[in-house]
């Protein structure tokens, strides 16, 4: 079981999900170009062992499909990352149990978060080289500039652990930094994000706020991070969950913070209140490049730990498919038996990769009366926070495949009067690094109502769908072989015969 970066790295390699790169590749554009082909074809993870400008290594692409964010979590199929979800619902909002059967469940759930309990390691691996005050040099990692419009190189898969000033309850979050001088970088994140909340509470008190940043971390504590939480409780509790056991972390050198002890990289430092710099412009999430920030939160690093010949990994934004993208699709599964618990209406949702990954959500419900469908997409925008950003909320019929556009293109042209059933709610708290919305940070949503209409939606009745005859068709079942068809596979179906593009 891969419990940190080097074990999973080993485990990709035994799949054959891993090529070594011993030719010498520069971290300026370079490495990004070669790794973002790997990511539009579903290729494997990529180790540079050879990078211009560091000694270190550098391993991206290692999450570049579902599949390997599977085998990160322990799993092997994306069904079972639901599994995990249903032991995360009990704990989300925990309920009395009604029956005997779900006391049980709700047992185990609780046996997992004491198995979940994080250990503490004396001589972590992570501070097995440590650097302090001038010797810190972040120009010695093997930083990416991933766009030519970038402004200057970026990290984007670290771990930035802060604590909160008034309770100490660590926030664990993924955030893109990017440089500024050889100790120190710019964070840009959004402002409903745990790491801001500590930092106004920082100013309120007339602290600095201390920040560590893990880098090279079991990717499983990487979804944990990304996993939407009750804001009372610690991302290492939920990678616990997710492993099925505690997690080891280190107390930092110089600041109050623990870190994951097998972290290849740690880097410590401050965040003054009131010290800010320019961030930006940078390739974002949306496709585009970010704007310039002129007063991006500027954390000054005086310490930097190691592991003996550490690996540098990272990843980077912008349009799909993407790292981040593969991730989101991970959790999009695990969202979903939590989603059920708060929306009980709603069967399945999906969140598409070429959506954004958030920005579009289709949902399946069991219409049960008129107006269901509306409810539910206003009951789903509310349920998580990450779901305030949701742009479009199309809701179908259950029997609709939502993981199939050509289904769901299908419901919305044969069930949807536009003046009827599309509703727009203006005026959002928005992502301020959505260029749609006419101002930064407010925008629109829209919900589709694509179910079959029932009184007084509509005073026309609805026609019968078209349905093979049963009969016939387990006549065609058994007889299919002597049709002489038998070795022809109806499941794998190029779209590109349909009209698409797709490469």
Not at 69 to 78: D, F, Q, T, V
Not at 446 to 464: L, N
Request: neutral net charge; contains cysteine.
């Amino acid at each position: 079981m891969a419990r940190d970066l080097r074990g999973f790295i080993k485990r990709l390699e035994q799949r054959g999900q891993l090529r070594r790169i011993s030719a010498p590749v520069d971290p300026n554009l370079e490495i990004a170009e070669i790794a973002n082909r790997m990511l539009q074809c579903g290729g494997p993870g990529l180790l540079f062992e050879n990078v211009k400008g560091s000694p270190y290594p550098v391993a991206i692409n290692l999450m570049g499909t579902v599949e390997r964010i599977c085998w990160a979590m322990n799993l092997e199929r994306p069904e079972e990352l639901e599994d995990l979800g249903k032991k995360l619902a009990l704990l989300y909002q925990p309920r009395p149990p009604k029956k005997i059967s779900q006391a049980v469940e709700l047992g185990k759930a609780l046996f997992d978060v004491i198995k979940a309990k994080p250990a503490r390691d004396l001589l972590p691996p992570c501070q097995q080289v440590v650097l302090k005050g001038e010797e810190v040099n972040l120009n010695q990692l093997p930083l990416l500039r991933v766009y030519p419009g970038d402004a200057n190189k970026v990290i984007t898969l670290g771990l930035m652990i802060t604590k909160d000033p008034e309770t100490k309850i660590p926030n664990v979050g993924v955030y893109r930094l990017q440089l500024q001088s050889k100790n120190t970088m710019t964070v840009q994140w959004l402002s409903v994000r745990g790491a801001t909340r500590h930092l106004r509470k920082a100013t309120e008190r007339g602290q600095k706020l201390e920040v560590a940043i893990a880098l090279g971390v079991d990717p499983l504590i990487i979804m944990a991070a990304a996993t939407p939480l009750p804001v009372d409780l610690s991302e290492w509790l939920f990678a616990g969950l997710y492993a099925g056991s505690g997690i080891h972390l280190a107390r930092c050198k110089t600041v109050d913070l623990e870190v994951p002890a097998d972290s290849e990289i740690v880097l410590e430092g401050t965040i003054t209140p009131g010290e800010v710099g320019v961030d930006g412009p940078a390739g974002d999430h949306m496709g585009f490049y970010g704007g310039v920030n002129e007063n991006a939160p500027l954390i000054r690093f005086h310490c930097m730990t190691h592991r003996k010949d550490p690996i540098y990994l990272t990843t980077f934004s912008g349009r799909p498919p993407k790292e981040d993208a593969m991730m989101a699709l991970a959790l999009n599964r695990i969202y979903t038996p939590i989603l059920r618990q708060q929306v009980p209406e709603i069967v399945d949702f999906f969140l598409p990769m070429e959506g954004l990954s958030y920005k579009i959500a289709v949902l399946s419900i069991e219409k049960a009366y008129p107006g269901h469908a509306r409810r539910a997409a206003l009951a789903f925008w509310s349920a998580l926070p990450q779901f305030n950003y949701t742009k479009f909320v199309v809701v179908v019929d259950q029997d609709i495949n939502i993981r199939d556009p050509r289904a769901v293109v299908w419901a919305i042209t044969s069930k949807v009067d536009p003046i009827r059933d599309v509703f727009i709610l203006p005026d959002n708290p928005f992502d301020s690094l959505d260029f749609a919305t006419e101002k930064p940070g407010l925008g629109s949503r829209m919900g589709i109502d694509a179910t079959t209409k029932i009184y007084p939606e509509s005073d026309r009745p609805w026609s019968e769908p078209l349905k093979p005859d049963p009969e016939t068709a387990a006549i065609v079942d058994r007889r299919w072989a002597e049709y002489g068809l038998a070795d022809l596979n109806l499941e794998a179906v190029n779209p590109n015969l349909f009209g698409y593009e797709m490469y």
